[in-house]
């Protein structure tokens, strides 16, 4: 371990996720959320903690796995009952939505904004969002949600910049991004898992019916992740987050190793 790293690790360490009172979880999609951190969600509620999820699209493109044609207004409101379904299966009652267009067709500003809105009323300590770094991730919503989310982490207590968004500064903590290749905390999940898979495959079916090939791979893919984590943190299951506190997020580029 080189000495910069090492004088990161111990001058100014990685938050630990727990160790937080109030959380928002930024979704591009409904689903998003209980996929990249869905066990470690319901493990939060369970232990009292204030969570809020924010949804920014409508998900009205998400057909590929549906048998029958819908229309762009059924499919949306089908994706708000199955989130707000979702997420009570997870413990979680405080969900808003900022109901852009799926599929990239909005002002990345008015993304920007509607974020910062909610961060504003929310005042979380941390806000989890997925991660907009990884080489493999073409989607869109996904870049741009995750994008959206690092830029208001760093401004977030700065009251000059919110107050140009309309928005009251935040005193954050600390942005963790899911669906990360380069996690550097694990959350706890035993004894999780299973409501995580509950949540997605009881409630979203419009994306995973039965009988759909996505569902048994994701399926797979999330109990695999556990459990690979779970080993590299000396837990049965656990969720990987790329974690970045407030000293880690301008001018440190080593916090990346």
């Avoid at 049965?236 to 407030?246: V, Y």
């Amino acid at each position: 371990m080189g000495i910069t790293k090492l004088a990161i690790k111990f001058a100014a360490p990685f938050p630990k996720v727990q160790s937080f009172d109030r959380y928002l979880f930024v979704g591009p999609h409904p689903d998003d959320i209980e996929i990249g951190a869905g066990a470690t969600v319901a493990a939060l509620a369970t232990q009292g903690k204030s969570i809020c999820f924010l949804i920014c699209t409508d998900g009205r493109y998400g057909t590929v796995n549906l048998k029958e044609e819908v229309s762009e207004e059924e499919l949306i409101a089908t994706r708000k009952d199955e989130a707000l379904r979702s997420a009570a299966a997870l413990g979680v009652k405080d969900v808003r939505f900022l109901e852009l267009s799926d599929g990239g067709f909005y002002n990345n500003d008015e993304l920007l904004r509607g974020i910062a809105g909610v961060i504003s009323d929310f005042q979380p300590d941390v806000i989890f969002a997925p991660d907009p770094s990884p080489a493999s991730e073409c989607h869109i919503d996904h870049l741009n949600v995750g994008k959206a989310v690092r830029t208001l982490a760093v401004n977030a207590a700065n009251p000059g910049i919110m107050k140009k968004l309309e928005a009251a500064p935040c005193p954050l903590k600390a942005v963790a991004f899911y669906m990360t290749a380069k996690p550097n905390v694990f959350m706890k999940t035993t004894g999780f898992v299973k409501k995580q898979l509950a949540a997605i495959f009881e409630n979203h079916l419009s994306q995973y019916p039965a009988g759909c090939p996505d569902r048994k791979s994701i399926e797979l893919y999330l109990k695999l992740r556990a459990r690979d984590f779970g080993m590299r943190s000396f837990h049965i299951t656990a969720e990987g987050f790329r974690i970045l506190g407030t000293t880690h997020m301008h001018c440190l580029p080593e916090a990346e190793l």
